[in-house]
């Protein structure tokens, strides 16, 4: 019998001691879909990142098999995704020039640190980290960094020698090139993408309404389309010879499966990453984690933030290990292989399988592939990322949301994607620290005929001039403590017919040091001034707190457990004006 501890530890005990001809089955036809449609992105985000086309298989085997051991998720896809590969160019480009044995073992070494850091972050339990990107944030860098990408291959489409690493250099490059754009390459790479656009919002739904295939077949189909324009492209290279024409291709790719890596340690190295390192972590975590999350509560599945941080450092090792870059668990791919019918994570092995015959046997076969194609294959799936509709809803709905979005964007087009993700995470800390710091507070009273308390500027309730209540709609903690302090104060100076003062606390979660500080204040100064400070509907683990100091012996008042024995308390009257009220 497998123990909690053990399936903890490696939750593919949980799945594998359940495992029968239907999972395997399911898995095997998931994982032969995603395999066709992993290799030419393999290929293709591995040239993103700078490196030989070799190398994205090499990270597309042994951190699947990783991932299936540690994860917790039965359908995240995990390999080389769009924005950590552009991460990882702008990172590894600092430290080395692009080609050199160098450049490939920084990105190593980029994999190894990554890796050792998400298991870090998964021993400590810090899953809550997938929390400190705000949404609108994490869609404003995923938008600008899409944006960005498909900007960067327009170099392969063109044919041209263009560089930058913001939108400004990429376009001044580009424009500067345009004269010497090689006629061969923009037909191959401009027809690929044209192609690949058309499979992608066509070709389904003519399968299922001329053909009559039924949607899986047809989306399955679909899905196939980056594979068959490779296999177009290279035939036409192949055939026609344009390679001796000045069409770019991928050349030889060795054959074998991934040789064991020993990444560099070098000690400078290290620390020359390792801020990026944590950056391309926490991001690859966040999307990872995001996608794996969706996809399970559709079936009612659960998905352990803290093993998905164990699960994807250890496929990161593992890359590191046979010779490959920076993975996280990707959202395309994953959605194929859950619609595909996967049922654990042995559709990941499976896949692994299938990249590495691919790897073994059949390498030979992309040495004519264009890299004009492979750009096409990025730029088709980039633009998914691009939601132009979330910019326009953000603005709609909150204007300060809206300005940590666009700020994001700004930054990440104009100054690169590693600022993007610093503002991003400042943005989102600050945007917390600023609504937090300045909470919704009212003034409540007593709906008529019920026990319930609601803001006086928002419903007809009846109030008690002696008796001011105080709702807080915030945990009180540094940032806020001194805003309840002056709050407080004046509410009292414009009542002086005040006598009794309750602070409502319903919402309150937590009150930190400096928060009791402030209550102590405010119970001292209210009782300087005549007036009774009270405290109403505090849960119980910040009673239990508040317990353990001195504030509740000191307090002038009294502790009530709900707002309604409060008023009946301090103002009777005012609680039977409420009932006359709702009787007549």
């Not at 019998?1 to 593919?12: C, D, F, K, N, T």
Request: aromatic share 6%; net charge neutral.
């Amino acid at each position: 019998m497998i123990s909690p501890s053990s399936s903890r530890i490696l939750p593919a005990l949980t799945w594998l001691r359940h495992y029968g001809r239907r999972e395997l089955s399911s898995d095997l036809v998931a994982a032969i879909i995603v395999t066709i449609m992993l290799i030419p992105q393999s290929l293709a985000y591995a040239m993103l990142a700078g490196l030989p086309a070799q190398v994205g298989l090499y990270a597309s085997i042994l951190p699947l098999v990783a991932y299936a051991l540690f994860g917790s998720s039965r359908a995240l896809a995990v390999g080389p995704v769009a924005v950590v590969s552009l991460l990882t160019a702008a990172t590894i480009s600092r430290v080395a020039e692009p080609g050199t044995e160098g450049y490939l073992g920084a990105a190593v070494a980029l994999a190894l640190l990554s890796g050792l850091m998400l298991l870090t972050m998964g021993l400590l339990r810090l899953g809550f980290l997938a929390n400190l990107l705000s949404h609108p944030v994490i869609s404003g860098f995923i938008t600008a960094s899409g944006i960005l990408i498909a900007v960067s291959q327009l170099k392969h489409i063109l044919g041209v020698d263009a560089h930058g690493h913001t939108l400004v250099q990429m376009g001044h490059s580009l424009a500067q090139q345009l004269e010497r754009t090689h006629g061969w390459t923009l037909l191959l790479g401009s027809g690929a993408t044209a192609f690949l656009f058309w499979v992608r919002t066509q070709l389904k739904p003519l399968l299922r309404k001329r053909v009559g295939l039924p949607p899986f077949a047809a989306d399955m189909l679909a899905k196939a389309g980056p594979v068959a324009a490779v296999v177009v492209t290279s035939a036409t290279v192949a055939v026609f010879d344009l390679d001796t024409q000045g069409v770019s291709v991928v050349g030889d790719v060795p054959q074998g499966l991934p040789p064991f890596t020993v990444p560099p340690l070098e000690l400078e190295l290290w620390s020359s990453l390792a801020t990026s390192a944590l950056l391309i972590s926490v991001i690859g975590f966040v999307e990872s984690v995001s996608v794996a999350q969706t996809l399970a509560a559709k079936k009612r599945q659960r998905i352990d933030a803290n093993q998905e941080l164990t699960g994807l450092g250890t496929a990161n090792i593992a890359s590191a290990f046979s010779g490959g870059f920076p993975v996280t668990g990707g959202f395309s791919r994953s959605v194929v292989n859950f619609d595909a019918g996967a049922e654990t994570p042995m559709a990941g092995v499976f896949t692994a399988t299938g990249i590495a015959a691919t790897a073994l046997f059949f390498t030979p076969l992309f040495q004519a592939l264009p890299k004009a194609t492979l750009a096409a294959t990025i730029i088709v799936a980039v633009l998914s990322l691009i939601d132009l509709g979330a910019i326009r809803r953000t603005y709609r709905y909150s204007k300060t949301d809206f300005a940590a979005m666009a700020a994001t964007m700004v930054i990440v087009l104009g100054v690169g994607v590693e600022a993007g993700v610093v503002t991003g995470v400042g943005l989102s800390l600050a945007l917390h620290i600023w609504r937090t710091s300045r909470p919704h507070a009212a003034v409540v009273g007593q709906v008529p005929g019920t026990e319930h308390f609601r803001n006086i500027e928002r419903h007809s309730v009846v109030t008690s001039p002696q008796v001011l209540t105080l709702r807080v709609d915030e945990s009180l903690y540094f940032a806020n403590a001194r805003y309840l302090e002056d709050t407080v104060y004046d509410l009292v100076a414009r009542s002086p017919d005040v006598s009794d003062v309750i602070l409502m606390c319903s919402a309150v979660n937590v009150i930190d040091a400096s928060a009791l500080e402030s209550l102590e204040a405010i119970n001292a100064r209210l009782r300087d001034a005549g007036v009774t400070f009270h405290l109403s509907e505090v849960k119980g683990p910040v009673m239990d707190n508040l317990a353990r100091s001195t504030f509740l012996d000191d307090l002038s008042g009294r502790v009530f457990l709900s707002q309604h024995q409060a008023m009946e308390a301090l103002a009777p009257d005012t609680v039977r004006r409420a009932q006359v009220a709702t009787a007549t």
